[in-house]
């Protein structure tokens, strides 16, 4: 079988869930969307079920797989629905909504339920995306408050600049959170991983961890607490390939690196279709046995090759990582010119493995 793995540790995940609530000082909803980042959402939300304040999804595609799983409690559908038709479904499975648009809050209002259907209602704080204006999201509110087939229990909004943390930005929207808070004075939900590494001192009584609970720093730069975090996902493979080429040798396609001296050349099992990044540069860290060595040549769909030069001990069969607990996907996502969210969710092919002791 081919040896490349995503190995997955459950046990990392729930220590970076209590990292994450710690942090936001309330309750947190676990952010598994996207399948968990890559990581699995089913598995994750078995992981976490125990002490997960609930969890959250993008979809009810999404929700619906967990609940199928036998997920209970909160799930949180973060764009609510797309379509009124699935409102039957929201309210047979119990998931809470969120409410972003004018025309969500209309289709609710010519709804019935026999039971009230759980809304968060969202404010655009500066995102510009989607929510609803500061003097649109009072009137919704009392709309829905009117509202006997809706609950409307949260005001939420979302960070645009979180990660930038010089930037006056999210201070600015968390102002104009407060400020509509002020009138309504209702529960509130703020805070993604960024915000809560960076921005303590902006609190919400729901966050909303995602990234932070895969234990990837959100930030292009060392950060201490989320270097603290622990890595969820290894992702690994084996050398298959081993060749000595004298100087002056080109490697892979496009002759991208070319041999200075004698090199010896290991070709690791893994390759783009992966979703390892296509473009990560010569020299991109990865290690080899537990020791850091560099990839050299251009990254191809199944394969890549490292430079086995100095680790004259490995050889057919060592291991390599290309992220996980020694090699930050923090980093190496800064080094490809993206971002630790693109590179998780951007998994593929590679089996994952699970371990929870
Ligand atoms: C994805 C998402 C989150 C989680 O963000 P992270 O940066 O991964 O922590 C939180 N809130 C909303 C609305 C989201 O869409």
Not at 112 to 128: A, E, F, I, N, Q
Not at 254 to 278: E, K, L, N, S
């Amino acid at each position: 079988m081919r040896p490349a793995r995503a190995l997955i540790d459950l046990q990392a995940l729930r220590h970076n869930y209590r990292q994450a609530r710690a942090l936001g000082g309330g309750r947190a909803l676990a952010v598994v969307k996207a399948d968990a980042y890559g990581h699995g959402a089913i598995r994750c939300a078995q992981a976490l079920q125990d002490e997960a304040d609930g969890f959250a999804v993008a979809c009810i595609e999404e929700a619906l797989e967990l609940r199928a799983a036998g997920i209970r409690g909160p799930i949180l559908l973060l764009e609510g629905f797309f379509e009124a038709g699935e409102l039957a479904l929201i309210e047979e499975h119990g998931f809470w909504c969120v409410i972003h648009a004018q025309w969500q809050v209309d289709a609710l209002e010519r709804s019935t339920r026999s039971r009230p259907l759980k809304v968060w209602l969202k404010l655009d704080s500066g995102m510009h995306r989607v929510g609803l204006s500061a003097l649109e999201c009072a009137a919704a509110w009392r709309r829905l408050q009117a509202m006997p087939q809706v609950e409307v229990q949260v005001l939420m909004s979302h960070f645009a600049r979180a990660d930038e943390l010089d930037h006056p930005y999210s201070g600015e929207q968390a102002a104009v959170f407060a400020d509509l808070n002020a009138r309504l004075r209702v529960e509130t939900s703020l805070s993604n991983s960024p915000a809560l590494l960076g921005w303590p001192q902006l609190r919400s009584d729901w966050a909303r961890p995602g990234l932070m609970l895969y234990g990837a720093n959100p930030f292009d730069r060392a950060h201490p607490l989320a270097d603290a975090l622990q890595p969820v996902m290894t992702l690994e493979s084996r050398i298959i390939s081993v060749r000595e080429l004298p100087a002056g040798e080109p490697i892979g396609y496009g002759g991208r690196f070319v041999t200075a001296g004698p090199t010896r050349v290991g070709v690791v099992a893994m390759g783009y279709a992966d979703g390892y990044p296509q473009n990560a540069p010569n020299g991109t860290e990865v290690a080899i046995d537990g020791r850091t060595g560099r990839l050299i040549g251009r990254v191809s769909m199944d394969m890549l090759t490292v430079d086995l030069t100095d680790h004259p001990a490995a050889g057919l069969g060592s291991r390599v990582e290309l992220w996980g607990r020694q090699v930050r996907i923090g980093g190496l996502a800064a080094q490809c010119g993206g971002s630790a969210y693109q590179l998780l969710s951007g998994l593929k092919r590679t089996p994952r493995e699970y371990s929870d002791a």
